[in-house]
């Protein structure tokens, strides 16, 4: 029997509870759960790459079918060499939507045999991003409950 591989890919700036909980879903419904953790040049990370891998790490530990990777390049050949046969992406709020479903799109066109799903936000993580999560954390404020207990530790640090 194949194994059925399912990939979560972001940059994870870093992890919230929302991606745990999505990872969690995801990794419920195949064999095997990917997290992949993209550089992504563009966006000015805060975190580097190694410590996103490892603060996903930490927040994931519970979950022994998932792996975490660091990954770079063209997210459709990365799917392809890892065999997964799904993409799994979290929808918030409808702005999300639009430019989810053009990477879907974009992404079945480079790899017809990869299929992207999309698991809907819990309510309470509908708002919750990396982004705000940071702007918080850079002014001291309180992110707990927001995000996994080393990711708050490692926010206060820099942020000191
Ligand atoms: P990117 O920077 O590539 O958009 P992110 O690391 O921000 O990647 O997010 C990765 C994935 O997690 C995306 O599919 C995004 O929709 C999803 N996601 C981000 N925040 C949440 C949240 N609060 N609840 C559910 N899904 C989320």
Same mark, same amino acid.
């Given at each position: 029997?194949?194994?059925?591989?399912?990939?979560?890919?972001?940059?994870?700036?870093?992890?919230?509870?929302?991606?745990?909980?999505?990872?969690?879903?995801?990794?419920?419904?195949?064999?095997?759960?990917?997290?992949?953790?993209?550089?992504?040049?563009? +966006?000015?990370?805060?975190? #580097? &790459?190694?410590?996103?891998?490892?603060?996903? *790490?930490?927040?994931? /530990?519970? %979950?022994?079918?998932?792996?975490?990777?660091?990954?770079?390049?063209?997210?459709?050949?990365?799917?392809?060499?890892?065999?997964?046969?799904?993409?799994?992406?979290?929808?918030?709020?409808?702005?999300?939507?639009?430019?989810?479903?053009?990477?879907?799109?974009?992404? +079945?066109?480079?790899?017809? #045999? &990869?299929?992207?799903?999309?698991?809907?936000? *819990?309510?309470?993580? /509908?708002? %919750?991003?990396?982004?705000?999560?940071?702007?918080?954390?850079?002014?001291?404020?309180?992110?707990?409950?927001?995000?996994?207990?080393?990711?708050?530790?490692?926010?206060?640090?820099?942020?000191?």
């Amino acid at each position: 029997m194949s194994v059925r591989r399912v990939l979560c890919p972001g940059s994870f700036d870093p992890i919230t509870n929302g991606h745990v909980d999505i990872i969690e879903r995801a990794a419920a419904l195949f064999d095997e759960c990917i997290v992949a953790i993209f550089r992504n040049a563009a +966006k000015a990370p805060l975190f #580097e &790459v190694r410590e996103r891998v490892e603060l996903c *790490r930490q927040a994931l /530990a519970h %979950l022994p079918n998932v792996r975490v990777e660091e990954s770079d390049g063209l997210l459709a050949d990365y799917a392809r060499s890892r065999g997964v046969s799904a993409l799994a992406k979290g929808l918030r709020v409808v702005s999300d939507f639009e430019y989810e479903v053009q990477m879907a799109h974009m992404n +079945k066109r480079l790899a017809p #045999e &990869v299929e992207t799903i999309f698991l809907v936000a *819990r309510p309470e993580h /509908a708002f %919750l991003s990396s982004s705000i999560v940071k702007d918080v954390a850079r002014f001291g404020g309180d992110v707990s409950g927001l995000v996994p207990e080393p990711v708050r530790r490692a926010l206060e640090a820099k942020f000191r």
